[in-house]
C-alpha cells in the first residue's frame, strides 16, 4: 500500500484546518511548511509594497527558508500540496520545498485556499518546478475537502 504525505503552508489557519481534514480523511501524515523566520501580520500586508510577502512575491526566485525537512520523505508515493493562493500563485515557500526534494514519479495533488483567486496559474507553476512528478488537477478547498481528497484518490 502507498503512503500518502499532506503536506501545507498557512499563513492564517485557513489552509492548516483543510490539511488536517485531508490527512484525516484518506490516513494520511501532516507536515506543515513552516519558514524559519515565522510571518507577523505586517509581513502578510499585502496591500504594503514594503512588506515581506509583497517582496517576497515580487521576485520569481525568491525562496523562504523552511523550519525543517519532512522526515523520510522517500516513504511516500502520493503527496498532497496544501498553499493559501497569493498572487494568483502559491507563495514561495511552497517553492521552497517542490525544490528541496524529487518528486520524480510521484503523485502529487495540489490543493489551495483562497478568498477570490482559481488554482489555475499556481497549478502550471507548480508543474514547472517538478516536471517529472505525476500531478493530478488541483482544487479550492474552502471547504469539501476531505470527500474531494477521498475522491481523487479513489476511496
Not at 511548511?33 to 509594497?49: C, F, Q, S
Not at 496544501?82 to 520524480?104: A, C, H, K, M, N
Amino acid at each position: 500500500m502507498s503512503k500518502i504525505l499532506v503536506t501545507y503552508f498557512s499563513a492564517s489557519g485557513v489552509t492548516a484546518r483543510a490539511a488536517r481534514e485531508i490527512a484525516q480523511a484518506v490516513g494520511a501524515d501532516l507536515y506543515e511548511i513552516r519558514p524559519e523566520v515565522p510571518y507577523t501580520g505586517a509581513d502578510l500586508n499585502w496591500m504594503d509594497k514594503k512588506s515581506r510577502s509583497t517582496k517576497e512575491m515580487s521576485d520569481p526566485a525568491c525562496r523562504p527558508a523552511i523550519a525543517g525537512p519532512v522526515e523520510n520523505m522517500e516513504q511516500y508515493d502520493t503527496v498532497f500540496v496544501g498553499f493559501p493562493i497569493w498572487w494568483y500563485v502559491e507563495p514561495r515557500i511552497v517553492d521552497t520545498f517542490l525544490e528541496s526534494y524529487d518528486f520524480s514519479g510521484r503523485t502529487v495533488i495540489p490543493f489551495a485556499t483562497s478568498g477570490g483567486s482559481g488554482i489555475g496559474k499556481a497549478e502550471k507553476s507548480l508543474e514547472a518546478h517538478c516536471p517529472k512528478a505525476n500531478w493530478k488537477r488541483g482544487k479550492l478547498v474552502n471547504s469539501g475537502a476531505a470527500a474531494w481528497a477521498r475522491s481523487v484518490l479513489g476511496l
